[in-house]
């Protein structure tokens, strides 16, 4: 069974930065997406960005330019670099990977992918 096992989640100050890791099976199918994904209380999970196995990445408009996704192949590592974190990017924060097709369209919508981190929990104070 493909597991996903998330790290890096902290809690820093308003304008800080972290980095997280997701580390997961091989990444070497034809064709597949894997994204980063985050729940605040009381919220709805929403899609933060995804990558393909082009290496071609989408990411949501409420974080572009702050936050940015890499794949790392030979480690089979996902990661999201988030920076000028702000207090309302506090949220526990899950990998997910849908090995049947790359991203397109629906590169950051939850319901395509089945396979789910226990998360990482990111923490911003003012």
Known sequence: QVQLVESGGDSVQNGGSLTLSCVGPTFTYDSYCVGWFRQAPGKEREGVAAID????????NSVKGRFTISLDNAKNTLYLHLNSLKPEDTAMYYCAVDFSARCGGSALRHSRFSTWGQGTQVTVSS
Do not use: D, L, Q
């Open 53 to 60: 196995n082009r290496g071609i990445a989408t990411t949501a």
